[in-house]
DNA sequence: ATTTATGGATACGATATCGTATCTTACCCT
DNA sequence: AGGGTAAGATACGATATCGTATCCATAAAT
């Protein structure tokens, strides 16, 4: 698996790259299913046989490409925490976190991901545990630390930190996915203000 | 529309409801792409014939599919309110919530739709208004007329039920999509008696 | 009982799609 | 500049798929 991009050039790390960059736009727009590896080719430029030199086959291509883009997408669920006001790290974090899912990006990749899981079990997983799970369990984390000094009456950060995740969520992340309906920066601001308020009284003693 | 059935006679109807009902499965479980018509075929029985002089095409057949199965699951998410103890009725409400959401049938549903909602904007919008959206409404109708007997500051239903929905799902619906985990009953009623201890909490004055 | 309509089995046409193989061109290195 | 390697163009095989058309059996109706 390494030993397969060991002996590529400089250059022929930049070809895959560029196929991998304009497949990403057609499987993340156009769902697995009605991408073609011919679709990908026209696109692309270049013949067959340098496209099946890169990625074996279809199934390859696409686990690439979605392993490529969660690494970018979803590292931004875990921005490292800068200290401050607490209120005010949580509506960040809530915000942030938002912004993140219902972005033009995670929302694409969302679709293929629920559409192809149960044929690419290990990818959803994947996805599960470095998407949501990661972000809630890196507020589950601050929760844990900090819940004392803030008077919060918090037994189970993991579970408190899934209810704020969802609660920022509401409706707002379904919209997205089966409306194309995402909220502007402000909105999310609000709405996370709206759930860290909420919380934060329900979670003080 | 409703002329394509008003001259099918018992027989027919019942036959058309078969190949409804086999078609479902294949749809719900394999997905659109890799559904095909010879294949609903080998399951069903009969001939293209007669599949196709009930369903035009196979956007017809998964469209009648997704609007019977809407019909059928999501009409769970608005129960009769029996009037009850404040509490306990949001209990109810948000346990009953996740146990439809989290149900086979719901989640294999949830991913069809995910998966083809750019295509089929239409059934899109209406299982989002059917589904979630309607939930959440019938629970928005709810606070708005029992907040203030309850002494709740909520200025705004449609959001603290959207934040109520939201804080029940946590991050069981993600797991149930991307993992096929999903609760149990005696697991959504503690959930949602976590919820609404801290949501109720959190909106008393 | 004969005719008619209905449904089953399946062949068929057209196109699509994955992945391989072949042939030719361009590029690189000495 | 020339030989060798990588890559482009594209033909090809095998299979699949949608939807139509054809042929035959069976049931219903007169």
């Known amino acids: 698996m390494v030993q397969d991009e ?6 022929q790390i930049l070809r895959r790259g560029e196929i991998l960059g304009s497949a990403t736009k057609l499987f993340l727009n156009e769902g697995y299913g009605r991408t073609t590896m011919d679709n990908v080719l026209a696109l692309v430029g270049g013949s067959k046989r340098t496209l099946y030199k ?3 086959n279809k199934e390859a291509l696409f686990t690439a490409i979605i392993e490529q883009v969660s690494d970018r997408v979803l590292s ?7 200290e401050g006001i607490f209120r005010e790290t949580l509506i960040g974090m809530g915000a942030r976190y938002l912004q993140v899912m219902t972005s033009a990006e995670c929302i694409s990749l969302y679709r293929a991901m629920v559409a192809e899981a149960p044929h690419f079990p290990d990818l959803a997983d ?5 998407g949501p799970c990661r972000a809630s369990q890196h507020l589950a984390e601050y929760l844990r630390s900090h819940a004392k000094n803030n008077r919060l009456r918090i037994t189970d950060p993991d579970l408190c930190a899934a209810q704020f995740m969802g609660a920022v969520r509401g409706n707002v992340h379904f919209h997205a996915v089966f409306n194309g309906r995402v909220p502007t920066k402000k909105e999310t601001q609000m709405i996370s203000e709206a759930a860290v308020e909420t919380l934060l009284n329900g979670w003080s003693k």
């Not at 060991?6 to 250059?11: G, Y």
């Not at 931004?76 to 800068?82: I, M, R, Y």
């Open 54 to 56: 890169y990625f074996p």
């Open 76 to 82: 931004a669920f875990t921005p490292p925490l800068c």
């Open 6 to 11: 060991i002996d590529l050039t400089e250059k």
């Open 126 to 130: 994947n996805f599960l545990q470095n």
